[in-house]
């Protein structure tokens, strides 16, 4: 029986435009790694954190927290130790909390012979992210769990949509380097919105699966707009609307924000466009003088992954 392993955690695309706290996207070229071990004692302790300046307290950690959610559902008398290495910038919007606490409850399951399914695994996650922003959200835990694009279609009760992923969609995120907290980004939002955008935006909504699912990419692009989240939070992320406006003329599909930010994504078809949108981005930043990080990802289908396990 496996008692230890080291895995992937993918960073993730949370609301992807039209989608606030029902769409997200998993990467495959960036992510945390974290080693989870089983142990005679009871409960879970971080004992090794690198990468980010985190609280290792297990009440305080969202992989704690979140193992901690799963521990009390399941007949297990032992507990966990983790190690977490962290490659996803906190505060980044590509769901650093959610690979930490996704990563955290799949590998326990693993580690236990996989008695719970993906969607009692979400709910464990979505704790982690209560505590790192307020909020249950699933929309970073959900992909990162189930791989590609996920729909949470409701939260009561949690019902979870896998959507299909086109093969030739790639992801460019740039990520200028300020930091943006989900939870301050949460209270500058708008908790009313006029029936106009509601209805713009289920339109879009529905467009973008649509474009998913038959691979449209002219429809997919036309469906990437956010009438309700990115008019209020792009305010808070330097040179928005430039790196928007060069990243369709550099060919993009769509732009638009990261979940809270500041990251920017934009998708487009195939590698090569990518790349022409991740050089046009780049430019905007060298130009207004802002550090900044640059990720070009094909969408990761499988999500977390195993790297090597010990006996």
Same mark, same amino acid.
């Given at each position: @029986?496996?008692?230890?392993?080291?895995?992937?955690?993918?960073?993730?695309?949370?609301?992807?435009?039209?989608?606030?706290? =029902?769409?997200?996207?998993?990467?495959?070229?960036?992510?945390?790694? @974290? $080693? =989870?071990?089983?142990?005679?004692?009871? /409960?879970?302790?971080?004992?090794?954190?690198?990468?980010?300046?985190?609280?290792?307290?297990?009440?305080?950690?969202? *992989?704690? $927290?979140?193992?901690?959610? #799963?521990?009390?559902?399941?007949?297990?008398?032992?507990?966990?130790?983790?190690?977490?290495?962290?490659?996803?910038?906190?505060? &980044? /919007?590509?769901?650093?909390?959610?690979? &930490?606490?996704?990563?955290?409850?799949?590998?326990?399951?693993? #580690?236990?012979?996989?008695?719970?399914?993906?969607?009692?695994?979400?709910?464990?996650? @979505?704790?982690?992210?209560?505590?790192?922003? /307020?909020?249950?959200?699933?929309?970073? $835990?959900?992909?990162?769990?189930?791989?590609?694009?996920?729909?949470?279609?409701?939260?009561?009760? #949690?019902?979870?949509?896998?959507?299909?992923?086109?093969?030739?969609?790639?992801?460019?995120?740039?990520?200028?380097?300020?930091?943006?907290?989900?939870?301050?980004?949460?209270?500058?939002?708008?908790?009313?919105?006029?029936?106009?955008?509601?209805?713009?935006?289920?339109?879009?909504?529905?467009?973008?699966?649509?474009?998913?699912?038959?691979?449209?990419?002219?429809?997919?692009?036309?469906? #990437?707009?956010?009438?309700? =989240?990115?008019?209020?939070?792009?305010?808070?992320?330097?040179?928005?609307?430039?790196?928007?406006?060069?990243?369709?003329?550099?060919? *993009?599909?769509?732009?638009?924000?990261? /979940?809270?930010?500041?990251?920017?994504?934009?998708? &487009?078809?195939?590698?090569?466009?990518?790349?022409?949108?991740?050089?046009? @981005?780049?430019? $905007?930043?060298?130009?207004?003088?802002?550090?900044?990080?640059?990720?070009?990802?094909?969408?990761?289908?499988?999500?977390?992954? =195993?790297?090597?396990?010990?006996?």
């Amino acid at each position: @029986m496996t008692n230890e392993i080291k895995i992937f955690c993918p960073a993730t695309i949370a609301n992807v435009s039209c989608g606030f706290d =029902v769409l997200g996207l998993a990467l495959e070229s960036v992510g945390d790694e @974290m $080693v =989870v071990r089983k142990t005679r004692g009871k /409960g879970i302790r971080i004992t090794k954190l690198e990468g980010q300046d985190l609280p290792m307290e297990t009440l305080d950690n969202v *992989a704690g $927290v979140a193992g901690l959610a #799963l521990l009390s559902e399941v007949d297990y008398d032992g507990g966990f130790e983790i190690e977490i290495y962290k490659k996803i910038k906190a505060g &980044s /919007g590509i769901g650093s909390s959610a690979a &930490s606490s996704a990563g955290a409850v799949w590998a326990m399951n693993e #580690l236990l012979g996989k008695p719970l399914s993906s969607l009692e695994l979400v709910k464990f996650a @979505m704790e982690g992210e209560r505590l790192a922003s /307020g909020v249950a959200h699933a929309d970073n $835990v959900a992909p990162a769990l189930y791989g590609g694009f996920t729909l949470i279609r409701s939260y009561d009760p #949690l019902d979870i949509i896998p959507i299909h992923t086109p093969k030739e969609l790639f992801a460019t995120v740039v990520h200028p380097q300020i930091e943006v907290k989900t939870s301050d980004s949460r209270k500058i939002l708008k908790t009313n919105i006029s029936l106009v955008d509601g209805i713009k935006q289920w339109g879009n909504l529905g467009g973008l699966i649509a474009g998913l699912f038959t691979e449209d990419y002219n429809l997919i692009g036309r469906s #990437l707009v956010d009438h309700i =989240v990115e008019p209020i939070r792009s305010i808070l992320i330097p040179g928005f609307e430039t790196i928007k406006s060069e990243a369709i003329k550099a060919g *993009a599909l769509g732009c638009g924000i990261s /979940g809270s930010g500041p990251s920017i994504f934009a998708l &487009s078809k195939g590698e090569d466009k990518a790349n022409q949108v991740a050089g046009a @981005m780049r430019k $905007v930043y060298q130009k207004i003088g802002v550090d900044y990080d640059v990720h070009v990802s094909k969408v990761n289908t499988q999500g977390i992954r =195993v790297i090597s396990s010990k006996r």
